[in-house]
């Protein structure tokens, strides 16, 4: 078997890809950033990959992982790698959970995340009815400081949409963040744990305050505080001085591409809980070996995932299953939009009593009704499906 093309279109808000062969088996997946960048790079990515084995997947993801980066320039090959395991599952008849080394769960435990959505500490308990974990977006991370005045000292515009985003904070600012935090969990109580998405941009010195406020709480984690996410890079000794200066538990690594970048943070033990996403990291099997390895070293996992995205969601249920004890759950919205009938083979309702139970069907799981699907490609994506 051997790759004839790679394509990309829109459906809904994100780039599907397939990645076609000669022998009739079509691998999907989703990248998780703008399809005018993926149209770009696809001539590139063609003159490597067309003519290659799918089913070896290893040799071939080593032909392109040269040209991926940091969040979001991993997401291209990252996706193309779950969309060559796909096929992989496909033609072997097996659940890429299989091919990964089989599953260690049934069912894959999920936290609810409402993005910035959540206006208020009664919103997030309403929206987090039936899950076990759930996360808000505060400070820098939830745009929260555009909205307030005397929080920060800083006062950087960071571009449109993006506001203050890093600086040293007032009293007045600190103390809001921890009453807000405190009223959160007031709300959930201790039957549905609640993790924060902060950042980046705090500085050390604010952010062990923070933690440490927090600490009777005993919050699930406090995600990003000082870089991730919008931020190309990782301080391994600054999450390292925040993490032994609390108890509560530190987690990054949304943005980070690759294991040779989670290296440090795993081996100096600087975070407690590291967050990969499939689709940034460099795909699945990537995101299998950090955890094992993590697991070596008493770090949890809680793996990144956006929106709802079908192919990532796969991607996320496929991985998860398999990864060892110090997996947490993965990110994930309510969901279960009426166009998830473009699909066969997801869970319905996909979450129950805040897990998604894992498929035995091949591949990532999930077959398009090309029909249903083909009404949401644009017009200059008609062709996708030919
Ligand atoms: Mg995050």
Request: hydrophobic share 40%.
């Amino acid at each position: 078997m051997k790759i004839t093309d790679v394509r990309c279109a829109t459906i809904k808000q994100y780039p599907v890809i397939r990645v076609v062969t000669d022998e009739g088996i079509d691998g999907f997946s989703q990248v998780e950033f703008y399809k005018p960048y993926v149209k770009a790079q696809l001539p590139l990515y063609r003159s490597i990959l067309l003519g290659q084995k799918p089913t070896e997947v290893e040799r071939t993801v080593r032909s392109i992982r040269k040209l991926g980066g940091f969040k979001p320039w991993g997401s291209l090959v990252s996706a193309i790698e779950v969309a060559l395991w796909d096929i992989a599952g496909k033609a072997a008849g097996l659940p890429i959970h299989r091919l990964l080394g089989g599953k260690l769960r049934d069912r894959v435990r999920v936290y609810n995340t409402g993005g910035v959505g959540y206006a208020s500490p009664t919103e997030l308990r309403q929206g987090s009815e039936g899950f076990t974990i759930a996360k808000y977006a505060t400070a820098y991370h939830g745009g929260e400081f555009e909205k307030l005045s005397g929080h920060t000292i800083g006062d950087w515009d960071g571009g449109p949409g993006r506001g203050i985003n890093r600086g040293p904070l007032t009293e007045r600012g600190l103390q809001h963040q921890i009453e807000k935090v405190y009223a959160l969990k007031e709300q959930l109580g201790d039957g549905i744990g609640l993790a924060m998405d902060c950042g980046p941009g705090w500085t050390l010195a604010d952010a062990i305050r923070f933690a440490k406020a927090l600490e009777p709480l005993n919050l699930m984690w406090l995600e990003d505080l000082i870089t991730g996410d919008y931020s190309p890079y990782t301080s391994p000794g600054l999450y390292r001085d925040l993490t032994t200066s609390t108890t509560t538990p530190i987690h990054t690594g949304e943005q980070i591409y690759l294991r040779q970048n989670f290296m440090d943070l795993i081996e100096h033990r600087a975070v407690d809980v590291i967050g990969p996403d499939p689709l940034d990291v460099g795909g699945l099997a990537e995101l299998k070996w950090i955890a094992e390895y993590a697991d070596l070293h008493s770090i949890s996992i809680a793996p990144h995932g956006i929106g709802d995205g079908i192919f990532g969601l796969a991607a996320l249920i496929q991985v998860s299953s398999t990864l060892p004890q110090n997996f947490i759950a993965f990110e994930c919205p309510r969901i279960d939009p009426p166009w998830y009938d473009i699909v066969q083979g997801l869970p319905s309702p996909v979450i129950q009593d805040g897990f998604v139970t894992v498929g035995d069907q091949p591949g990532l799981g999930v077959v398009f009704n090309v029909e249903a699907a083909k009404s949401y490609l644009s017009s200059d994506d008609l062709d996708f499906f030919d």
